[in-house]
């Protein structure tokens, strides 16, 4: 399967060819901005350049179209976020690049972001089911594994009640919102009363959302994270 920060590059031997690649984009973006039962095959074919019986042979039909763009997209996402969690050694910076990472998918890949948030918040009656969670289970795993372990060794103390699952939940709810609110405002007029200051990114949003988490998860015991809070 082709890698979907690899789709709009020249394909290689080996990879699938410049029709496979440009069908697939075409079914991100157009099934992203309208939707699976609004999107036809005619009009992902269009887009592509090439004939809908082109579509049918390599990917049989629409749903398994559909499925092939999902799991391009699926995957993508989770193998970026999981590069960002390998790279870093401490808890601090495993939750300062796995914001970053989080936030600068939007930028680099916006209609795979639109076919992810459609599928998930918009589900049609006749849109086939997806797995949605594969890429997401081992990331999630990998992400309380770290945690957990910082409690045990002491680099971490959580917030009292709270556990590596728990703490979890929390980081990927505050990354989750921030996404989101991008998608928000790019399919969304704001309302004309609304005080633009309530409107658009924070000034660092990877730094606030590294504050929220702490804030509300527990703190850092390194002597150069105290040093820094005692600064604040």
Known sequence: MIHLDELYADPVEGEPGPAERAILR?????VGRRGYCATSVRQIAAAAGVTPPLIAYHFESKEGLFRAAHAVVDAGVGTSLT???EATRSLDEMVRALTEAH????QQHPAA???LLTG???PEESQPEVD???SWASLLESVENRIRNSIESGEFVPREGMDSVQLTRHLFRLMHMAVFEVYET???QPDKDIDPGFLGPVGD???DIHDQFFLGAGRLTSPDHQRLEEAR
């Open 132 to 134: 949605m969670s594969g």
């Open 83 to 85: 590069r960002a969690v």
């Open 205 to 207: 949003p990877v730094a």
């Open 113 to 115: 972001l639109r076919l």
């Open 26 to 30: 075409s079914a991100i973006d157009l």
């Open 103 to 106: 936030l600068k998918f939007p």
């Open 120 to 122: 998930a918040n918009g």
């Open 186 to 188: 790019e399919r969304c």
